[in-house]
């Protein structure tokens, strides 16, 4: 009997699974056959039932699962906490086959899947289903144990996909060497393989999805992160090659007027910015003056601290004559503090997001992105935070957030990389002279306007934040106790001379 799909162009079965259509530019191959291949935990089964449930919601396609290795009952009780509602959808759209086989009943003879196809052929005219999962076929396959009826039994799964023109998700895990060579000849076999992996790093778990092969089609061979969680599996790309987004040339302010002049009229709206520093040179500060002013301004603003409470926040900020209390308790202000966790900080990044969406900031502080942008070697962890900010600029959400540099060191330079992407950046150091200790600020770079270059004395005291004149007598800037003489000596040089 002839194949009842055309082998010529490759149409798409969308999953409805986030990220996934995307790489695929549009889906699985419709009305042929994809392996999943993964270890244990990596989210095969979730991805297979995923694609089936979205097909039922979205297309109104009915679909088959096959269970060679969990009963269903176990299947559809482990997705209750996706929200799917399977126990509705079984009785219009999904029909499930628990397909368990003993070991005495594989072993007792010459078994075979002419019958268990025959009764799923007519099941899919009976619901008209067009997509199939056979979940756990290794577990079928390592219970005949012999080389030439397990290929012969997957060459009839193959043909029978083939005859019917359903589309087919065939999940196998991979074990050891020895077992994957074993079973290699699937990958072979298939239009489209899929690896699902998960790598555990410093106590953090990475899964992971890779594209392997798509015959006839193009697709993103990267290895794209992909998280399970309560809207089931999602894959994280890296958002549009392109970076299109509006800007303006409005300015809005710092909080500090000093700095608006240094930046020829503050920060532009919209733009990221970045305040680097050693412990203790007042990036924080900085970070509440930008708050404050936004929220003086009556914008919605956002505060995300790690490691430090926001009470001890708005007291610490208090001292220094920044008040933010009225703003939290009027709502203006959010203010989110959390401890960071292990190399895996997608979860986090997904949750600033959720934040975000529901608060809805025009203006964003993040104190310090360092926290997490120290956790940034891995390749997830990294895309996670581009993507987290590549959201915000589209969302012309301006961004102030300070950055830690170890000791007191003012080399310039982070190892982070986020000095790259951000639109302003500015320095905070010590300079240490005449024994004392003084804060300096210094703008790195302001990109779309002039800046001065000039490297200003920072001060904090009960009655504010200020940044000082500059004093450069004899051509060295003077700050500290030395600025304060210089000046004194100054004032009082006209009534010396009267």
């Not at 979205?54 to 269903?72: D, L, M, P, T, W």
């Not at 190892?415 to 200790?437: K, N, P, Q």
């Amino acid at each position: 009997m002839k194949p009842r799909i055309s082998r010529g162009a490759v149409t798409k079965m969308p999953t409805g699974i986030e990220g996934f259509d995307e790489i695929t530019h549009g889906g699985l191959p419709r009305g042929r056959t994809t392996l999943l291949l993964g270890g244990p935990g990596c989210g095969k089964t979730v991805f297979a039932l995923q694609a089936l449930v979205n097909g039922a919601r979205q297309a109104k396609e009915a679909g088959i699962f096959v269970a060679f290795e969990e009963s269903s009952r176990q299947i559809v009780a482990n997705a209750a906490t996706f929200g799917w509602d399977l126990p509705a959808l079984v009785k219009k759209k999904l029909f499930f086959l628990d397909a368990r086989l003993s070991p005495e009943v594989v072993k007792g003879g010459a078994f075979d899947l002419v019958g268990l196809l025959q009764a799923l052929e007519e099941k899919a005219k009976e619901i008209h289903a067009t997509r199939i999962v056979f979940d756990g076929f290794d577990v079928l396959l390592s219970l005949l144990d012999d080389p030439a009826m397990e290929r012969r039994e997957i060459y009839r799964v193959r043909d029978w996909l083939a005859r019917t023109g359903l589309t087919g998700i065939i999940t196998q895990k991979s074990g050891g060497v020895e077992a994957d060579q074993r079973y290699a000849f699937l990958q072979f076999m298939v239009d489209c393989v899929i690896v699902l992996r998960i790598q555990v790093v410093d106590g953090s778990a990475f899964r992971s999805l890779r594209v392997m092969k798509f015959r006839g089609s193009g697709f993103l061979g990267d290895e794209f992160s992909i998280t399970l969680g309560a809207d089931a599996l999602q894959l994280a790309t890296r958002g549009p090659v392109e970076l299109t987004y509006r800007v303006t040339n409005e300015r809005i302010s710092s909080g500090l007027p000093r700095l608006d002049q240094m930046l020829r009229g503050g920060y532009f709206r919209g733009s990221n910015v970045l305040i680097s520093g050693a412990p203790g040179t007042a990036k924080s500060t900085l970070a509440g003056l930008f708050a404050a002013a936004a929220c003086a301004r009556g914008e919605r603003t956002m505060f995300v601290s790690f490691d430090e409470g926001s009470a001890q926040i708005v007291r610490n900020l208090r001292s220094v004559g920044i008040d933010l209390a009225p703003y939290v308790t009027s709502g203006l202000l959010t203010m989110h503090s959390a401890r960071t966790r292990g190399p895996n900080v997608e979860d986090q990044f997904g949750q600033l997001k959720a934040l975000a969406i529901e608060h809805q900031p025009r203006c964003l502080v993040i104190d310090p992105l360092s926290a997490l942008s120290t956790k940034l070697a891995h390749v997830a962890s990294a895309d996670a935070a581009q993507r987290f900010l590549d959201m915000l600029k589209v969302a012309r959400i301006t961004v102030v957030s300070t950055s830690r540099m170890d000791g007191l060191s003012t080399n310039e330079a982070t190892t982070t990389g986020i000095t790259t992407i951000a639109d302003t950046w500015i320095h905070l150091s010590y300079i240490v002279r005449d024994g004392e200790r003084n804060r300096a600020l210094t703008i790195v770079k302001s990109r779309g306007t002039g800046h001065s270059n000039q490297v200003r004395e920072l001060t904090l005291s009960d009655q504010g934040v200020t940044l000082t004149d500059t004093v450069i007598p004899q051509g060295s800037a003077l700050m500290g106790v030395a600025r304060w003489e210089w000046e004194h000596a100054d004032r009082a040089a006209p009534h010396a001379r009267r």
